[in-house]
Nanobody
Framework: QVQLVESGGGSVQTGGSLRLSCVASQNTQAYCMGWFRQAPGKESEAVATMEDNGSGKYVDFVEGRFTISKDNAKRTLNLQMNSLKPEDTAIYYC?????????????????????WGQGTQVTVSS
């Protein structure tokens, strides 16, 4: 099991930016990774994941505002969040699962991941 520790959350006003980081205890090259979030009273939902070719895959409501990136040398997954909106308020979680040749990265299904961080709170005020 890989341990994941998120950081970078906080409180900002509408239109502000935050950069979340997730540090893994093991080599991130061996893992598919992504970001998910859960708002109060709502189900958790996908935000963005990394694909095998190094590009990001995003859900519609963050496309163009958020950028996911992975730095394997630092064992870190990042999420740059710009133009934040009050509806982005949630706890953001980093998730990971082992990479397999028959099961590539890029899934936005939370059930595909079996390693989770403790989460970091993001609050956006209007």
């Amino acid at each position: 099991q890989v341990q994941l520790v998120e950081s970078g959350g906080g409180s900002v006003q509408t239109g502000g930016s935050l950069r979340l980081s997730c540090v893994a205890s093991q080599n991130t090259q061996a893992y598919c990774m992504g970001w998910f979030r859960q708002a109060p009273g709502k189900e958790s939902e996908a935000v963005a994941t990394m694909e095998d070719n190094g590009s990001g895959k995003y859900v519609d409501f963050v496309e163009g505002r958020f950028t996911i990136s992975k730095d394997n040398a630092k064992r870190t997954l990042n999420l740059q969040m710009n133009s934040l909106k009050p509806e982005d308020t949630a706890i953001y979680y980093c998730a990971a699962r082992l990479w397999y040749t028959y099961r590539r990265c890029g899934s936005l299904d939370k059930n595909d991941y079996n390693n989770w961080g403790q989460g970091t709170q993001v609050t956006v005020s209007s």
